[in-house]
């Protein structure tokens, strides 16, 4: 009988999802613009990828990077929105415990996977804005896919050791969970069991990867600025910050609310719960979204590839 139940404390058939915390009333309605949301983030990302892939003019070290931006944005907001709408619509509120890890797992993967594809399109503009002759050679396909497996790699292995820090722990108390997602500190704080790894964890290697992210990101933009001051011509300048609005409106977009969202996780205590989860979702929701609207709006190739796609049967 002890062994059961010790068996039980340390792995939970279930947890509950709670979903918006004061709320609740308003599930109902609150779904339908994250529904409508999904939606465009599926379609937007979506055509990004078919046309990148089918498109041989698109195949280039920039979109191959905007295809790895859109793939990670389709795995954080289905990780995500789905079982978000089943607790809005359908009160489909349990969520096994594997099911909680794996959504944990995928939900902060794409996270650094993100900050990663973000860097790599960084280095990309600084080859082409500040050594154009030797971009080429430098980004072979054989580079990009080095790249794409260190992106790939990096992400794995910062976020794996999550899993197991929360599987070893005992939950012999609530498995209410007051969120519409698994995220880590969130199941951590439910075991009856010291957490003091799962917090510095959670907190320090967030912060340090972005902060290391964002200092290259910041440096090769000094870089590329520099070299675009110089330019002989106001066109030629430009026409060089133009191809890096896109970038640089993503990276607000992306690291503006995903540092205050860690920093809210660590010492926004004064903050109400409602509001941390209702950013929390907005988060995991909005920038998939945007992402694919910006790069199509503000990058001619794929703007004329999209007109071409959706409105070239109608001209003829």
Known sequence: MMTTLNLTSFSPGSFML??????EQFHIWIGIPFFVIYLVALAGNGILLYLITMDHSLHEPMFFFLSMLASADLILCTTCVPKTLG???????????????????FLHFSFFLDSAILLGMAFDRYMAICSPLR??????????????????????????????????LPFCRSRIIPHTYCEH?????LACADISINIWYGF????????????????????????VFHLPSR?????ALSTCGSHVSVILIFY????????????????????????????VAIPP???????????????????????????Q
Not at 185 to 189: F, T
Not at 211 to 226: C, K, N, R, T, V
Not at 290 to 301: A, D, E, F, H, S
Request: net charge positive; glycine share 6%; with cysteine.
């Open 87 to 105: 607790i809005f619509w359908l009160k489909a509120q349990k969520i096994t415990f594997p099911g909680c890890l794996t959504q944990m797992f």
């Open 135 to 168: 971009y080429t050679s430098v980004l072979t396909p054989r580079t990009i896919v080095k790249i794409m497996v260190g992106i790939v790699g990096r992400s794995f292995s910062v976020i794996l050791p999550v899993v197991f820090l929360v599987k070893r």
């Open 18 to 23: 709670v979903g918006i915390p004061g709320l």
């Open 289 to 315: 979204a945007l992402n694919p609207i910006i790069y199509g709006v503000k990058t001619k190739q794929i703007r004329d590839k999209v007109i071409l796609l959706f409105f070239s049967k109608r001209m």
């Open 256 to 283: 503006t609310p995903a540092m205050f969202s860690v920093l809210t996780h660590r010492f926004g205590h004064n903050i109400s719960l409602t509001f941390h989860i209702m950013f929390a979702n907005l988060y």
């Open 204 to 227: 320090a290697v967030p912060v340090m990867t972005i902060i290391s992210d964002l200092i290259l990101i910041g440096i090769s933009y000094s870089l590329i600025l520099h070299a």
């Open 185 to 189: 500190i969130g199941v951590a704080q």
């Open 235 to 239: 066109d030629a300048r430009q026409k």
